[in-house]
């Protein structure tokens, strides 16, 4: 298929994926070199690649075990950096998160312009981000409730430590610059999308903070590599290595982590068809419907199939209310165990964990999950018509989609 004149035709008018060679870009990657990025240091160009945006392509290619890039620890935006900046003054430390902390260490350089020596890497950060914190209230409305409430929670905190560091500013009389609602969104954004896990060490000991590393952050996410990073202490640069090869020419992914699409879309703006780690949570109390409950109490009442109040009690002894959840695999194993202690006849439960894999298979329980999924189905909201941003870490947008589709699976 697609060998003729008309699949050829397709593929000369398919987009293409192309060197990135903007200004700014340039004259990032010249003060990477200036400052002790080598050719040897990075096997991978930042390229325009079509959906993704920018990314970065394999020079060469690329084994597994290798390091992808190292950046001279002394390009590294970490807390270190921040304890030595006028910054330290506000006091910050327990009042606001980590991340809202080196989100005003980055506005602190912005505002010094070209007298910051980040100047050359912030001036190639987006200028915005398709996180859910710049949807409209109606958009955030219209998301799955998980993947709803985890952005409205997010939301809120950004609120209040936007206006905390307000008070602090005033409260010290710090020359800070401007510091708008949209100024604090841009800043706690790039350091959501961008950080990675980063050592500090203080009189206190070494613990994990966050960092943004120069370059790195142009990496884009698949769950299907696996990626590590680290501080080479002989080298004082920060390494990731990938795991799993890379031809020459092809896109090197970095993992973000096994992460849902409620957690994709909400951190990083973006959404994965077919996320293997996406899930439906569904409510103990929905489960339990499979005993007879008195909706007014809340407790079990008498049913043919044995002391249900016993039963319940075995559930909850045995570890089998919790994650009650469907995914692409489908039921969860402590929900098919849950059902089929629920189904059992009494005389079993001794030995109900023989039951637990052909679960599926009882009767009763393919009745009572069919039933889970109508309910499930009757709670989901219309679908949409309004469009909302879908894309990658890096702001940019690369199509549109409703806010539920972009969240996939994720409620």
């Known amino acids: 298929m697609g060998r003729g004149r008309c699949g050829r035709n397709r ?24 400052h002790g990025v080598e050719d040897s240091d990075c096997l991978f160009e930042p390229t325009i690649f ?19 890039v190292a950046i001279p ?33 980055l506005l602190y350089q912005r505002n010094l312009g070209l007298l910051s020596f980040w100047h050359p890497y912030l001036a190639v950060l987006p200028r915005e981000y398709s996180t859910t914190s710049y949807f409209s209230s109606p958009g955030i409305a219209l998301l799955p409730q998980a993947c709803r409430e985890r ?16 008070t602090l500013i005033q409260e010290h009389s710090f020359e800070f610059g401007p510091l708008t609602w949209l100024d604090f969104l841009w800043a706690f954004n790039t350091v959501s999308t961008r950080t990675v896990a980063y050592p500090y060490t203080d009189a206190a000991g070494t613990r994990t903070r966050l960092g943004l590393v120069p370059l790195m952050d142009m990496l884009n996410h698949t769950h299907t590599v696996r990626t590590s990073g680290s ?16 031809a020459r020419g092809h896109q090197v992914f970095i993992c973000y982590g096994d992460r849902d699409n409620a957690a994709l879309l909400v951190e990083y703006g973006f959404a994965i068809p077919r996320n293997p780690y996406d899930s439906i949570a569904i409510a103990p109390a929905l489960v ?19 002391p249900p109040a016993e039963r319940a009690r075995f559930l909850v002894s045995n570890g089998l209310v919790g994650d009650f959840s469907v995914g692409w695999d489908g039921p969860s194993w402590r ?33 009572t999950l069919l039933t889970l999924f109508r309910d499930l189905i009757a709670l989901l909201p219309p679908v949409p018509t309004v469009a909302a941003h879908q894309g990658r870490k890096g702001g940019r947008d690369v199509g549109a989609s409703t806010p539920c589709a972009a969240a996939g699976a994720a409620g």
Do not use: N
Request: hydrophobic fraction near 45%; proline fraction near 6%.
């Open 50 to 68: 079509p959906i993704f945006g920018r990314g970065a392509r394999a020079k060469r290619a690329i084994a597994g075990g290798e390091t992808i």
């Open 151 to 166: 952005a409205e929670a997010q939301l809120g905190q950004m609120r209040r430590e936007h206006a905390i560091v307000l």
């Open 231 to 246: 501080v080479d202490p002989r080298r004082q640069r920060y390494c990731i290595t990938t795991l799993t090869p890379v």
């Open 288 to 306: 339990l419907r499979g005993l007879p409950i008195d909706p007014h109490h809340g407790v079990v009442v008498e049913s043919a199939r044995g």
């Open 335 to 367: 929900l098919r165990a849950a059902l089929a202690v629920m189904h059992l006849p009494f005389e079993q439960l001794r030995t109900w964990c023989d039951h637990v894999e052909s679960a599926l298979d009882l009767p009763l329980v393919r009745q």
């Open 11 to 34: 593929r000369r008018r398919a987009p293409k994926a192309f060197v990135d060679a903007s200004p700014d870009l340039i004259r990032f990657l010249v003060w990477l070199r200036r």
């Open 73 to 105: 620890q002394h390009l590294v935006i970490s807390f270190d950096k921040l304890d030595v900046s006028p910054l330290a003054s506000l006091r910050m430390e327990g009042q606001v998160s980590d991340a809202t902390q080196l989100s005003m260490f």
